[in-house]
T-cell receptor
Framework: ETGVTQTPRHLVMGMTNKKSLKCEQH?????MYWYKQSAKKPLELMFV???????ENNSVPSRFSPECPNSSHLFLHLHTLQPEDSALYLC????????????FGAGSRLTVL | AQSVTQLGSHVSVSEGALVLLRCNYS??????LFWYVQYPNQGLQLLLK??????LVKGINGFEAEFKKSETSFHLTKPSAHMSDAAEYFC?????????????FGDGTTLTVKP
């Protein structure tokens, strides 16, 4: 499979649950990212992994915990979330330079009850 | 530092009419500029990008954009709208010295196409 694949596409969880979002890319890219997209808000960059090292954490609450076990996989572990965390979570990958294009997955739609 | 302003959060056109989505940017270094499109329940996908090779950039689905340095603009156009063009469009700017993921995105413009 090519491109960036995200699973699950939809997730409903309670505030006390623990769940994970998964992202996989087979494009040979060396950087992967998590974004949060909420209604009526700009796209928010959450985490940046470059060569499997986390290079950026944009003041994201600790209830979101990323993991990058290898260059093809990225996880976002979720625990004790709040209703305001309900959003579309997008994974993307690229070669590192800013001249390069971001390739996005289809997103995981998260609803926190 | 860089920023992007998309003028008009909603644009509505009739099928067959010209599409014009506006994007102005600011950047302290020569910019790389992108337009992405997002269809409902999907991620963003690249329409076109400007990387200084040519000021008029052609993309997929008949879209094109012109880089105008004097106006710091990168407006997206399509001569004739199709119903399938209804989506949200994002302009983004980055520089070659930072990671692609740190591109700055505009707030998006929702395009509606009326029959």
């Amino acid at each position: 499979e090519t491109g960036v694949t995200q699973t699950p596409r939809h997730l409903v969880m309670g505030m006390t649950n623990k769940k994970s979002l998964k992202c996989e890319q087979h494009l040979g890219h060396n950087a992967m990212y998590w974004y949060k997209q909420s209604a009526k808000k700009p796209l928010e960059l959450m985490f940046v992994y470059s060569l499997e090292e986390r290079v950026e954490n944009n003041s994201v609450p600790s209830r979101f915990s990323p993991e990058c076990p290898n260059s093809s996989h990225l996880f976002l572990h979720l625990h004790t979330l709040q209703p305001e965390d309900s959003a579309l979570y997008l994974c993307a990958s690229s070669q590192g330079s800013g001249a390069n294009v971001l390739t996005f997955g289809a997103g995981s739609r998260l609803t926190v009850l | 530092a860089q920023s992007v302003t998309q003028l008009g959060s909603h644009v509505s056109v009739s099928e067959g009419a010209l599409v014009l989505l506006r994007c102005n940017y600011s950047s302290s270094v020569p910019p790389y500029l992108f337009w992405y499109v997002q269809y409902p329940n999907q991620g963003l996908q690249l329409l076109l990008k400007y990387t200084s090779a040519a000021t008029l950039v052609k993309g997929i689905n008949g879209f094109e954009a012109e880089f105008k340095k004097s106006e710091t603009s990168f407006h997206l156009t399509k001569p004739s709208a199709h119903m399938s063009d209804a989506a949200e469009y994002f302009c983004a700017v980055s520089d070659g010295n930072t990671n692609a993921g740190k591109s700055t995105f505009g707030d998006g413009t929702t395009l509606t196409v009326k029959p």
